[in-house]
T-cell receptor, first 112, second 108 residues
């Protein structure tokens, strides 16, 4: 089982560039999440979605956009990359039931 | 706003010793999760605690939840090197809030 797949695994961007981090899951989970993890820190929720066509802001949404056109995919868009967005980004999926989320392997993003 | 605080943030232990990691949270919730993260890796689920007084054990790790005190503990018994990792608690209140993590190092 693939679970949650994130691409790319690593990326270096220049300030002001834009990019999309891809996330797809094959578990038919309704809930999907984007987190960022800064060095030595916990995870902070950027955006989440409870189903196709529904998205909501998390704790740190500024500078990011998301869309959810299908159950499987939840891409995260950075429009104008800034050094403060250098981080590791994790995508996760889950269900409404109280079960742990399933995490992807992460995307390590550096903005120079 | 929900705040989740873990302590200690760094923990260095000798093999064979016992220790407890604490997770305090600021808003009532009965859904608490513990995860493990190895360096450069993703998060792995350890425990799901869903009610006051819940206790779960897996090997040398035991987690408990006191919803009245808004406190969860992760107890390590007779630590071994393989337990070296960062441990996160997370509280589910519509969205998931994570603690800052406890970086555990177990030394021979």
């Amino acid at each position: 089982n693939a679970g949650v797949t994130q691409t790319p695994k690593f990326r270096i961007l220049k300030i002001g560039q834009s990019m999309t981090l891809q996330c797809t899951q094959d578990m038919n989970h309704n809930y999907m999440y984007w987190y960022r993890q800064d060095p030595g820190m916990g995870l902070k929720l950027i955006y989440y979605s409870v189903g196709a066509g529904i998205t909501d802001k998390g704790e740190v949404p500024n500078g990011y956009n998301v869309s959810r056109s299908t159950t499987e995919d939840f891409p995260l868009r950075l429009e104008l990359a800034a050094p403060s967005q250098t981080s590791v980004y994790f995508c996760a999926s889950g269900t409404p039931e109280p079960q742990p989320q399933h995490f992807g392997d992460g995307t390590r993003l550096s903005i120079l | 706003e929900l705040k989740v605080e873990q302590n200690p943030l760094f923990l260095s232990m000798q093999e064979g010793k016992n220790y407890t990691i604490y997770c305090n949270y600021s808003t009532t919730s009965d859904r608490l999760y513990w995860y493990r993260q190895d360096p450069g890796k993703s998060l792995e689920s350890l425990f799901v605690l869903l009610s006051n007084g819940a206790v779960k054990q897996e090997g040398r790790l035991m987690a408990s939840l006191d919803t009245k005190a808004r406190l969860s503990t992760l107890h390590i018994t007779a630590a071994v090197h393989d337990l070296s990792a960062t441990y996160f608690c997370a509280v589910d209140l519509n969205d998931m809030r994570f603690g800052a993590g406890t970086r555990l190092t177990v030394k021979p």
